[in-house]
Nanobody, 120 residues
Framework: QVQFVESGGGLVQPGGSLRLSCAAS????????MSWVRQAPGKGLEWVSD????????RYADSVKGRFTISRDNAKNMVYLQMNMLRPEDTAVYHC?????????????WGQGTQVTVSA
């Protein structure tokens, strides 16, 4: 059974940083690209970033490029999202999801998420 457990969210001031973690289980983690997606209040799910199975290639939505960094540790079945220079518009529930930007939604497999609130 595929399972994801996200952690690391919280309340942070604009300009601050957070590091999100996602523990994956129930599948061969190192075989799959992974994504981070988010859902802001009153909005739909939005893709944020993905990383390939080996961790050597990553992509970002324009809204977070240069501020967020995705990484993974295949030995620990973990994927991370380092978020710097946070803005109020980054406020959302962040989920890790199975697959890259092109397939995560169709696969329909993501965790419960962790809340990130950016506010003064």
């Amino acid at each position: 059974q595929v399972q994801f457990v996200e952690s690391g969210g919280g309340l942070v001031q604009p300009g601050g940083s957070l590091r999100l973690s996602c523990a994956a289980s129930g599948f061969t983690f190192s075989d799959y690209a992974m994504s981070w997606v988010r859902q802001a209040p009153g909005k739909g799910l939005e893709w944020v970033s993905d990383i390939n199975s080996g961790g050597g290639s990553s992509r970002y939505a324009d809204s977070v490029k240069g501020r967020f960094t995705i990484s993974r540790d295949n030995a620990k079945n973990m994927v991370y999202l380092q978020m710097n220079m946070l803005r109020p518009e980054d406020t959302a529930v962040y989920h890790c999801a199975l697959g890259p930007s092109s397939t995560w939604r169709a696969r329909g497999s993501w965790g419960q998420g962790t809340q990130v609130t950016v506010s003064a």
